[in-house]
């Protein structure tokens, strides 16, 4: 194994930040410039060994091909990453459970009511009974839930603890290495992995 890699990281560059991960792997778009890019997406990093799942090398990484991008290409003004949010699903859902009546603000239920279809038509039932079918379908109903899950979104970024850190483990790995939350991209996974 003495040139098999151990980690790898992936990083597009581009001109300005990107929003969405389709576009950044879509192979049918045409290639950029890497000397005209003034932005580094850093959108996946990988342990490229079973046993070194649990070990974390990822700050080092991520700091070591941050310092090289920086000396190679001193066009790049901006460093982000387009990382998920695991832990919001399953965060929402139990809020859902716990029938949360913050989930929803007295304009969100009156704007999502008429999506109700005679099922729960308040709170967090209403929220529920929208995201358990194929909401993101629904151009009108994707667009009405839009406000509504990216103050969720926040809300679980800012809010959910486990201790004095953020109880998602991708924030916490990022926010432990400097980083912090420029914006929330509203689909910016549309793949099923990415909306599970």
Known sequence: MPEEPLIFVEVALVGGMADNIQALLDKDAPPDDP??????IF???SNAQRGLIGLSFGSFLIKR???????ELPSLKTFATLSPIPGLKAWVERRVAANDETLLSPQATKALR???NGEASVGAALLGSLLGGHWHRDETLRA?????????????LMTARQGSEPID????????NGARVERLNWLADTSPNGFK
Request: hydrophobic share 50%; net charge positive; no cysteine.
């Open 35 to 40: 000397k005209s890019a003034d932005t580094a």
């Open 43 to 45: 959108y996946s990093i």
């Open 65 to 71: 091909v941050l310092d090289d991008l920086s000396r």
């Open 114 to 116: 008429g999506f109700a």
């Open 144 to 156: 009405a839930l839009e406000p509504v899950l990216v103050r969720l979104a926040a809300r679980y």
């Open 169 to 176: 483990r991708v924030a916490r790995f990022h926010l432990n």
